[in-house]
T-cell receptor
């Protein structure tokens, strides 16, 4: 697609429920990143995928968080047994390759509110 | 380890004032890249500029200019004659060239408010 698409744009859930957030990157971009933006906390790296390589999961805050990328394209970030501290905007970005030199194109984000 | 510090958290100026957003970085890599992104109220981050560690030439793009100084590990961003549309959160970021740990490290962002 023309840009990075994320869904849903807003999600309100109850504590303890599972949620899935979806990211559709720019066609041809092999690298895909998930970041979390909490109020006043900037952008916190969560996970990234590069082609068929094993994902870098070093930023996932707990084992309640997981992500997958099917067919090298669409990615799903899953948060199990959500907690109130999971409330944040989850941003997805993609780039041509995994490299610190590459410009990331971001989606509009999925705002998660855990009640 | 990589680190980006944006010491200013919020800045408020009146339209037409000049404003400088500070960014200080830390890295042990000799080759690295520095970025600025803008996040307007709509929420989507927009890329503004990328500089590599070997190019310390300052850059000007319209009302925007960037001052990269390796000696002080800083990459500051100046908006000249600010406008209301410049109101946004601005992020500075640092990326290494490649490798297993390649990813962007962002600062916490600076919220700029430009009042008419």
């Amino acid at each position: 697609g023309a840009g990075v698409s994320q869904s849903p744009s807003n999600k309100v859930t109850e504590k303890g429920k599972d949620v899935e957030l979806r990211c559709d990157p720019i066609s041809g971009h092999t690298a895909l990143y998930w970041y979390r933006q909490s109020l006043g906390q900037g952008l916190e790296f969560l996970i990234y995928f590069q082609g068929n390589s094993a994902p870098d999961k070093s930023g996932l805050p707990s084992d309640r968080f997981s992500a997958e990328r099917t067919g090298g394209s669409v990615s799903t970030l899953t948060i199990q047994r959500t907690q109130q501290e999971d409330s944040a905007v989850y941003l997805c970005a993609s780039s041509l390759a995994r490299s610190g030199a590459n410009v990331l194109t971001f989606g509009a984000g999925s705002r998660l509110t855990v009640l | 380890a990589q680190k980006v510090t944006q010491a200013q958290t919020e800045i408020s100026v009146v339209e037409k004032e000049d404003v400088t957003l500070d960014c200080v970085y830390e890295t042990r890599d000799t080759t690295y890249y520095l970025f600025w992104y803008k996040q307007p109220p709509s929420g989507e981050l927009v890329f503004l500029i990328r500089r590599n560690s070997f190019d310390e030439q300052n850059e000007i793009s319209g009302r925007y200019s960037w001052n990269f100084q390796k000696s002080t590990s800083s990459f500051n961003f100046t908006i000249t004659a600010s406008q209301v549309v410049d109101s946004a959160v601005y992020f500075c970021a640092l990326g290494t060239r490649s490798g297993a740990n390649s990813k962007l490290t962002f600062g916490k962002g600076i919220t700029l408010s430009v009042r008419p």
